[in-house]
């Protein structure tokens, strides 16, 4: 795999990932060749495995990557106003996981875990683990300078993950309609980060 990347290189490595996350979405994760995604990246086979050593990596990468566009890496995370920031982290992660891309990737994952599990721990490990991993040092972070009481910052930032989720992601994993509004949502959130804060004893 690549390590330094050219602006070039870097320009391929994005029609690469644009290209697998298009084509796993259209067609799934099982069914699709990396002849294809090179096809439809407009670069060659040889390109692909240079920045991809195989398809469960270019997989990884891709779910990594969306991380990464929703902002849900610790260096968004660097305000002083505790709750504003769990209140951003919260609703950018919602908004990931009740998206329709998102959705149809867990299902894909659901779909597959007796066949394929390795795709299903993947996942786990590049998206929801990885998300909860930087939470939970986050709240470790801010329980060191007294502002949280957190016996366990891993089972806190699973709490949290878990209430902003909300029944609205159910909904969605089933295909039900997802209707719940950009206002809904914000009171919602709102809601469990103020009960978030009381239960692990917020200090102003």
Known sequence: ????????????????????????MQQG????????????????????????????ELFTYCIQSKCVGAEL???A???????????????????????????????LCVSQAETHPELSRRYFEA?????????????ARVAAAGKLVVPDARLAAEQLLLMAR??????????LPCEESDSQRHARLSSCIDLFLRGYQFQQ
Not at 2 to 21: G, H, M, W, Y
Not at 166 to 175: A, D, F, I, Y
């Open 1 to 24: 795999m690549v390590d330094t990347l050219t602006p070039r290189s870097e320009q391929k490595r994005q029609q690469i990932v644009a290209s697998a996350s298009a084509l796993f």
């Open 29 to 56: 994760y099982v069914t699709t060749s990396m002849d294809e995604i090179a096809q439809h990246a407009g670069v060659s086979k040889q390109t692909v495995y240079a920045h991809f050593g195989s398809k469960d």
């Open 73 to 75: 890496v610790p260096e």
């Open 77 to 107: 995370m660097l305000g002083e106003d505790i709750r504003a920031e769990l209140m951003a982290f919260a609703d950018r992660f919602t908004q990931m996981v009740h998206s329709e891309e998102a959705v149809y990737v867990y299902r």
């Open 127 to 139: 998206g929801p683990d990885r998300v909860r991993g930087i939470l939970s040092e986050y709240l």
């Open 166 to 175: 909300g029944m609205e992601h159910l909904s969605c994993e089933l295909g």
